[in-house]
Every structure is written in C-alpha cells, then in structure tokens.
C-alpha cells in the first residue's frame, strides 16, 4: 500500500491528497464497518462455521424477557433439588436427561446449537417436548464465553450436565474441525467459565466408550488404559477426560466423566445403525453389516435410553461440590469416570434379527468387512464402578428397548414427517 512512511514524503496538495485517498477511505470504512458487524452482529460461534456445522438460525439472548425464561426454567420445586445447566439439551441424552430432572422438581435450563449434523427438525421437536415440561432451552454455542458467563450471572447453577458434542465416528473423516471445535475448545470454554463461577459448580460430562478403541480385554474397565483411540471422535473424547484432570487439578473443579456405552431408544439419532436400519429396512433398502477379520462378530452393549438416564442422575446425585472460590483451588475436589453400559453386547446381526420381528419385514442384508474408519468390533462394560457408587443398574434389554424405540418411530414418522428431511 503506498501510505507515506513519513509525512515529509507525502508532497501533494490538499485537493488532489483528498481525490487520491477517496478509495482509501473508502476501503477503510468497509473495513471498519466490516469488522464491527462481525464483532456485534455475529456470535462468536460463527467465527469457525466452517469448522461447527451450520445452525438453523442466529441467536438472539439477553433482554429481561429471556432472562424471566430462564430464571423460571431454572426454579427448583422440590426441597433437594439442584440447579442444572444442560449442555446439548435439545440432543438425544440431552432432552430425556433434562425431562427427568424437571419431573423430580430440579432447575433446568439447556443450551444447544440447533446444528444440522442431523434433521434439525428432531432436535425441534425434542424442544417442543421440553417446553411443555418447563425446560427453557437457550440457543447458542458452547464456544461463545459471553453467553455463558451470562447464564451464571442470571442463575447460580450448582451442576452442569455436559452433554454437547459433536457426536459421530464416521464422519470425523469428513469434518474433523466440528470435533475439535465442540468436544475440546467448546469444552475448555465451559471449564473456563465454570472454574470462574462463583459458587463453582460440579461437573458431569459425557466421555464415551469408544476410548478403549482397539483393546481386547474385555469387559472394559475404567482402570483399563485408554491409549489407542480407533476415531478423531473418540481421540477428543479421550482430550476431554485428560483437561477435566487439569482443571479438576489447578481450579479445583468436582468433575465426572460418563463413558456412554452406544445409547438407543426414542427420540434417538438418526446416524446410529439401529435408527437408520429401521428407516431402511421399512423401505425395502438393503443394509450394511459389518463383520470383523475372519467373519468375526461385530457386537456392541447396547444401552437404553432410559438406564443412561438413570445412569446420569446418580452421577449428578454423587457429584461432591467444586472446591474453588475466585478462580483458585481451595482443596482436593472429586474427579471420576464412570461405564454406564448394559453389559451384554449383542452381536449387530441379532440387532437386525429383532428389527425384522418387531417391524415384520425382512431385511436386505448386505454383509462387508469393517472398514477401518473409526469403529471397533465390539464393546463390552465393566460396571461395577457405577453400581458400587450409586447403584447403576441397567433394567432394559435390547429386545424390550428396541420395541419402545420402534414404537416411537412409526409413529413419529407416520405423523407426516420423512426420514430424510
Ligand atoms: N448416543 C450415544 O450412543 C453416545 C455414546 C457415547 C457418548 N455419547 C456422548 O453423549 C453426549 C450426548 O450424545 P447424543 O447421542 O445425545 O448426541 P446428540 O448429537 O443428539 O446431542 C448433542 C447435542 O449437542 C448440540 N451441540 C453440539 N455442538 C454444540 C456446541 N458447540 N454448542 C452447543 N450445542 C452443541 C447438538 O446440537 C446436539 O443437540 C455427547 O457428548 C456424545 O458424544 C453418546
Ligand atoms: C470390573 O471392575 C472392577 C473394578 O471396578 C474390578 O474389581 C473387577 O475385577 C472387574 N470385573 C471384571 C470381570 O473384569
């Protein structure tokens, strides 16, 4: 650019400097004015959009309405109840986890992006359910610190639920940034936000299964070593449990990590196999059955919906509070990880055995070799951590939960809605 490096330089006379810098001036303010839309307009989430995946609207917070909402989604009814802010709310967990909360009279507020990883429309439809049990959801990224610290300014939320994330092992290949986006840096920007809370509240997040990857001891226990991640997906689940020991260990923050054993039920997510083996199958769509080397079985622990749910309260229930004041360790706080498993894996071909029963069409089965990108052959909990430290026990099996899942689908769907919109 030839801005004069000294003005002893610039020999022009003011008519023609004037003419001259037109342009300039005009670059300029594009610019200026660029940028404050960007820093005004724009939540911070929007920043890495290339990287999280699209939302379905800008947010829109703060104001003394929003605040009423969420004061009163937050308002605790029963004497023991907690306060609870639920991350990933309008998701799959997220959305059964909230309802039970507010049903035994705790404070809810969700937050969640609304992305279009999958149909939006059911994440929609999950907020409606909430909204008829009192459950306000804010709309928002983890990643923007403003609304976040906004929420504990508002309500002083003794737990937060963590459960957004980007979820998925496959497509980890196709958009690694919206992992590394929701599951560390959205993570990180809530321990930030949270170790600044003040009281500080207790943690309980959504780790996964998928961190034994390739170990062959079975069945999986938290004492196992977790040291080769088979995904992206699962190697930041595997990021987070490593920073919740950081911020557990300099912020004194009480943090407990869940590892979800492949969770199924109503309202479930359309990129899991059984959820897209239905839809199929009821359209006369062959489906892909993995196997592993040499025909080996690919099995997983299934677990309902239900037992997870129950699985998380007793967490939260167990969850010993932070220990920080002013952004400082004060003493040792609670740091855990938890299976929260069914602990009998069914081979993925008697899944499809029991969808063709329950839906009474036969499926097109197309058998392949498991390609390695991502998934691991089988999975299979150790729970008798969670049993011994609040009585997890898993009630549902697969045949049992999977009849109430198709239950929900049929009549979901023959509501006028499309499985692929
Ligand atoms: N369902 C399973 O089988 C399973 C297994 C292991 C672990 N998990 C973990 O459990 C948690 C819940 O999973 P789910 O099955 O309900 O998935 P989900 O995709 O249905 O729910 C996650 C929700 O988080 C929201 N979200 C994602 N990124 C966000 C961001 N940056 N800011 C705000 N909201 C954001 C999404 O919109 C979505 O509604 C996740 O952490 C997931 O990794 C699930
Ligand atoms: C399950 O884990 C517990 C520790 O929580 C351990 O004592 C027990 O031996 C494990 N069981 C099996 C079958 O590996």
Redesign the pocket.
């Known amino acids: 650019m030839d801005i004069p490096s000294s003005p002893g330089k610039f020999k022009m006379d003011k008519r023609t400097r004037w003419h001259k810098s037109l342009p300039k001036l005009a670059f300029w303010s594009i610019l200026f004015f660029g940028v404050i839309y960007f820093l005004f307009f724009r939540t911070p989430?929007s920043f890495s959009s290339d990287t999280?995946?699209r939302s379905l609207r800008t947010y829109n917070y703060g104001g003394a309405a929003w605040e009423k909402k969420v004061r009163s989604s937050a308002k605790v009814t029963s004497k023991n109840g907690v306060s609870v802010l639920v991350?990933?709310?309008?998701?799959?967990?997220?959305?059964h986890v909230s309802i039970a909360l507010k049903r035994r009279g705790d404070g809810v507020v969700g937050?969640?992006?609304?992305?279009d990883?999958?149909d939006?429309m059911?994440?929609l439809g999950?907020q409606a359910l909430l909204e008829r049990t009192g459950v306000f959801i804010v709309e928002?990224?983890?990643?923007?610190p403003t609304l976040l610290k906004k929420l504990f300014e508002v309500v002083p939320f003794t737990h937060v639920m963590?459960?957004?994330?980007?979820?998925?092992v496959r497509y980890a290949m196709e958009n690694p940034g919206?992992y590394v986006?929701?599951?560390i840096a959205?993570f990180v920007n809530l321990l930030e936000v949270c170790k600044s809370a003040e009281p500080q509240p207790a943690i309980v997040?959504?780790?996964?299964?998928?961190v034994y990857g390739l170990n062959s001891k079975v069945p999986f226990s938290e004492k196992d070593r977790t040291d080769q991640p088979a995904s992206l997906?699962a190697a930041t689940?595997k990021a987070g449990e490593e920073i919740a020991h950081t911020y557990n260990h300099i912020y004194g923050l009480s943090l407990t990590g869940?590892?979800?054993?492949?969770?199924?039920g109503p309202w479930?997510?359309p990129?899991?196999a059984y959820f897209f083996f239905t839809k199929d199958i009821l359209r006369g769509k062959s489906i892909t059955i993995f196997e592993g080397p040499n025909h080996g079985t690919v099995a997983r622990d299934f677990?309902y919906i239900d037992d997870?749910v129950r699985g998380c309260l007793g967490a939260l229930d167990t969850a010993e509070k932070s220990t920080g004041s002013g952004g400082k360790k004060r003493g040792t706080a609670q740091l855990r990880v938890f299976n929260l498993g069914n602990t009998s894996p069914v081979p993925v071909t008697d899944l499809v055995s029991i969808l063709e029963r329950l839906l009474k069409v036969k499926a097109k089965r197309n058998v392949m070799k498991m390609p390695r990108n991502g998934d691991v052959q089988f999975t299979h909990a150790n729970i008798s951590y969670a049993k011994k430290e609040f009585g997890y026990k898993p009630t549902t099996d697969l045949q049992t939960g999977l009849k109430k899942f198709v239950r929900w689908y049929v009549n979901y769907y023959s509501a006028g809605k499309k499985a692929d919109e």
Request: charged share 15%; proline share 2%; glycine share 12%.
């Open positions: 989430s999280s995946r991350t990933g709310a309008a998701g799959f967990v997220g959305s937050i969640d992006n609304f992305n990883y999958y939006p059911l994440k999950r928002g990224d983890i990643n923007d963590h459960l957004a994330a980007q979820a998925g919206s986006h929701s599951n959205g997040w959504a780790s996964s299964s998928s997906y689940k869940l590892r979800f054993f492949t969770v199924y479930g997510r990129d899991m677990t997870i």
